[in-house]
C-alpha cells in the first residue's frame, strides 16, 4: 500500500470518528443556547478568514496587489447590490484588467 493511500485513508477514519463524536456525545439532546450562537457565528469567522488570506497572501508573505483590489470591488458590488453573481464578475473582471496593465 503506498503512503498516499495509507493517508487518504488515515483522515477518512479520523474524520468519521470526528463527526461521530458530537452526536454520540449529545445522545439526542438539545445543545446549549450559547453555545449554538457561537457556532452560528463560526462560518463567517472561517469564511472571512479564507478570503482575507487568499486576497492578501503572496506565497510567504502579505502582499497587496490585483487580488486585493479585485477582492475588494467585488465585496462592494456585494454589499450595495446584493448580487452574488455581480460581485463574482466585478471581482474578476477588475483582477483580470488590474493585471493585464
Request: charged content about 10%.
Amino acid at each position: 500500500m503506498s503512503s498516499s493511500v495509507a493517508l487518504i485513508g488515515g483522515c477518512a477514519v479520523v474524520t468519521f470518528i470526528i463527526k461521530g463524536i458530537g452526536p454520540f456525545a449529545l445522545g439526542g439532546r438539545e445543545l446549549p443556547l450559547w453555545f449554538t450562537s457561537v457556532v452560528i457565528l463560526l462560518a463567517p469567522a472561517l469564511f472571512t478568514a479564507l478570503v482575507v488570506t487568499q486576497a492578501l497572501a503572496d506565497g510567504d508573505r502579505l502582499t497587496i496587489g490585483p487580488d486585493t483590489v479585485g477582492v475588494a470591488a467585488g465585496g462592494f458590488v456585494a454589499w450595495r447590490l446584493r448580487s452574488v453573481i455581480g460581485c463574482v464578475v466585478v471581482a474578476a473582471v477588475v483582477t483580470a484588467l488590474l493585471r493585464a496593465v
